[in-house]
């Protein structure tokens, strides 16, 4: 059973390094059972971060994208503005 459980996490550290496109910790992947680095773990912070990083902006991104959206809706929505859209709608309609 010991073997089929290092076999199970030296795959999913071999897919996990394969995710990330890291090929350098691919061959230099530890043998199973072994505690990783100190190095390894910085490599592995430093790819979270830089993960963590980008959803961030993905995030900030679409918050402004809906803010802008929700303001532009609400602008539509005001009594005048809908007022000039209801009367140009009627005058191109011909009623």
């Known amino acids: 059973m ?3 459980e290092g076999l199970i996490a030296r795959v ?3 897919r996990l390094a394969g995710s990330t496109g890291d090929l350098e910790s691919m061959a230099q992947a530890a043998p199973p059972g072994a505690e990783p680095t100190v190095q390894e773990l910085q ?3 430093a790819h979270l971060e830089e993960q963590l990083r980008g959803l961030q902006d993905s995030v900030h991104r679409e918050t402004v994208r809906q ?3 929700i303001s532009e ?3 539509r929505m005001e009594p005048a503005a809908l007022a000039v859209a209801l009367n140009k709608d009627a005058r191109e ?3």
């Open 2 to 4: 010991g073997q089929r």
């Open 12 to 14: 999913r550290q071999i």
């Open 43 to 45: 490599q592995r912070m």
């Open 67 to 69: 803010t802008g959206r």
């Open 73 to 75: 809706l609400e602008a």
């Open 93 to 95: 309609r011909g009623l």
